[in-house]
T-cell receptor, first 111, second 114 residues
Framework: GQQVMQIPQYQHVQEGEDFTTYCNSS?????IQWYKQRPGGHPVFLIQ?????EVKKQKRLTFQFGEAKKNSSLHITATQTTDVGTYFC???????????FGSGTQLTVLP | EPEVTQTPSHQVTQMGQEVILRCVPI?????FYWYRQILGQKVEFLVS????????KSEIFDDQFSVERPDGSNFTLKIRSTKLEDSAMYFC????????????FGDGTRLSIL
């Protein structure tokens, strides 16, 4: 079945440093979504990427979808303590017809 | 902003007992989902539901699990005979359109099986 791998599993950064998490799918995706889960919270939708090579920005967050629509990345510039949480990618393919979550990257931002 | 609501927030049950987890999806959403997250692990898809029937289900969603939309607002997940390994956070989610669209998650029900 469809698998979505995500690295790294954990990342500790000093406030102000950049952060990147990478996501790879075993199959070509129709779209990829990114969610953020704060400690003790629920996943909150951040963004959806649909087109090959697509790049979207939300303030300090930059999301990319690979040309082959099998990989994606999330980059945060100049992290803040409010960025703390686990970032999940979630891939959707027409064949699987379900959202498959990556294992997540837990971000800790040290003040 | 409309949100998905789940009850109870925490459910403690003896192994072998039946549990029902409840969800009220966002009112104009048509697709409903249940996910499971074992502590510290990833979010796992259980089932999707559309037009009063199951759309997709995962291998986790075996005969012990069932879903129902008993009325116009509630969406329930029933586990018939709970096992210790069913202990997890269960999230309900909903989306306006098909599964590929952004999903809105509830706060979850923490299920503890003793």
């Amino acid at each position: 079945g469809q698998q979505v791998m995500q690295i790294p599993q954990y990342q500790h950064v000093q406030e102000g440093e950049d952060f990147t998490t990478y996501c790879n799918s075993s199959t070509t995706l129709s779209n990829i979504q990114w969610y953020k889960q704060r400690p003790g919270g629920h996943p909150v939708f951040l963004i959806q990427l649909v087109k090959s090579g697509e790049v979207k920005k939300q303030k300090r967050l930059t999301f990319q979808f690979g040309e082959a629509k099998k990989n994606s990345s999330l980059h945060i510039t100049a992290t803040q303590t409010t960025d703390v949480g686990t970032y999940f990618c979630a891939g959707f393919s027409g064949s699987a017809r379900q959202l498959t979550f990556g294992s997540g990257t837990q971000l800790t931002v040290l003040p | 902003e409309p949100e998905v609501t789940q009850t109870p927030s925490h459910q403690v049950t003896q192994m072998g007992q039946e549990v029902i987890l409840r969800c009220v999806p966002i009112s104009n959403h048509l697709y409903f989902y249940w996910y499971r997250q074992i502590l510290g692990q990833k979010v796992e898809f259980l089932v999707s539901f559309y037009n009063n029937e199951i759309s997709e289900k995962s291998e986790i969603f075996d005969d012990q699990f069932s879903v129902e939309r008993p009325d116009g607002s509630n969406f329930t997940l029933k586990i018939r005979s709970t096992k210790l390994e069913d202990s997890a956070m269960y999230f309900c989610a909903s989306s306006v359109g098909y599964s590929g669209q952004p999903q809105h998650f509830g706060d979850g029900t923490r299920l503890s099986i003793l």
